[in-house]
C-alpha cells in the first residue's frame, strides 16, 4: 500500500515484557515521528527522525523507551519493562520535508494499541 | 511560546447545525496551520489547512478562519453531518523547523447528533 504501514495493531503484554512496535513510512518521506495516544487524550510527541540527523528524542517519557530507524526508512519503537501506565495507541507519521522542514502534512499510521496487563 | 490552545474539549451539534472549533497560539513564527480529523480506530488525516497571509479557506463545508492579529484560527463545519463525527486537532507549524516544527492542540470530540 501507499500509506503508513504499521504493526502489531493490536499488542497485549504482560507488565515487565518488552515490546516492539514497527512503523513503516512512506517512501521518499525523510521525515518520521512517533506519537502516543491515551484513550481519548491528544497527541503526545515521543521521538522525531529526520533524514541522516540525530533523531530528537525529547519526547521519551523514561529511558525505558528507545527507537531507532534503519537505512533512513523502516523505524522500531521498543518499549522496555513495560508498565500499566504504557497502555495506548502508538502512532507513527511521516512526511515530506522541504529544505529540512516538515512541509506541514504528516501522514500517520492507523496505529498500534498496546494493553499491558 | 509553542503551544496551541484548543478549546472545546468536546462538542454536541445537531444535524444541520454549524460545528465551530477555536485554537489560538502566542508564537508569531508559527507560518502554517493545519487541521487534521481522527475518525475512531484511525490515525489522524489532513483535513484544511492555511497560510497566515490569508483570512479565510473553504473547501466544501469545511472552513478556516484566521486572525492573524489575534493570533487565533478556527475550523467550522457547516450542515455538520453524523459522518462528521470525529476528533479534530489544530496544528501549527514553526518556520524554525526541527522536532518540534508541528505543534497540536489537544483535540475536540466533535459529536453530530442526527
Known amino acids: 500500500g501507499a500509506g503508513v504501514s504499521q504493526s502489531p495493531s493490536n499488542k497485549v503484554t504482560e507488565k515487565g515484557k518488552d515490546v516492539e512496535l514497527r512503523c513503516d513510512p512512506i517512501?521518499?518521506?525523510?521525515?518520521l515521528y512517533w506519537y502516543r495516544q491515551s484513550l481519548g487524550q491528544g497527541l503526545e510527541f515521543l521521538i522525531y527522525?529526520?533524514?541522516?540527523?540525530?533523531?530528537?528524542k525529547s519526547g521519551l517519557p523514561s529511558d525505558r523507551f528507545s527507537a531507532e530507524r534503519t537505512g533512513g526508512s523502516v523505524s522500531t519503537l521498543t518499549i522496555q519493562r513495560t508498565q500499566q501506565e504504557d497502555s495506548a495507541v502508538y502512532l507513527c507519521a511521516s512526511s515530506r520535508t522541504s529544505g529540512g522542514r516538515v512541509t506541514g502534512e504528516l501522514f500517520f499510521g492507523e496505529g498500534s494499541r498496546l494493553t499491558v496487563l | 511560546q509553542q503551544q496551541v490552545k484548543q478549546s472545546p474539549q468536546s462538542l454536541i451539534v445537531q444535524k444541520g447545525g454549524i460545528s465551530i472549533i477555536n485554537c489560538a497560539y502566542e508564537?508569531?513564527?508559527?507560518?502554517?496551520f493545519p487541521w487534521y480529523q481522527q475518525f475512531p480506530g484511525k490515525g489522524p488525516a489532513l483535513l484544511i489547512a492555511?497560510?497566515?497571509?490569508?483570512s479565510e479557506k473553504k473547501e466544501g463545508r469545511f472552513t478556516i478562519s484566521f486572525n492573524k492579529s489575534a493570533k487565533q484560527f478556527s475550523l467550522h463545519i457547516m450542515d455538520s453531518q453524523p459522518g462528521d463525527s470525529a476528533t479534530y486537532f489544530c496544528a501549527a507549524r514553526y518556520s524554525g523547523g526541527g522536532a518540534d516544527g508541528l505543534t497540536f492542540g489537544k483535540g475536540t470530540h466533535l459529536i453530530i447528533q442526527p
Open positions: 517512501s521518499g518521506h525523510t521525515a
Open positions: 492555511i497560510r497566515p497571509d490569508v
Open positions: 508564537n508569531t513564527a508559527f507560518d502554517y
Open positions: 527522525f529526520q533524514g541522516n540527523s540525530a533523531p530528537d
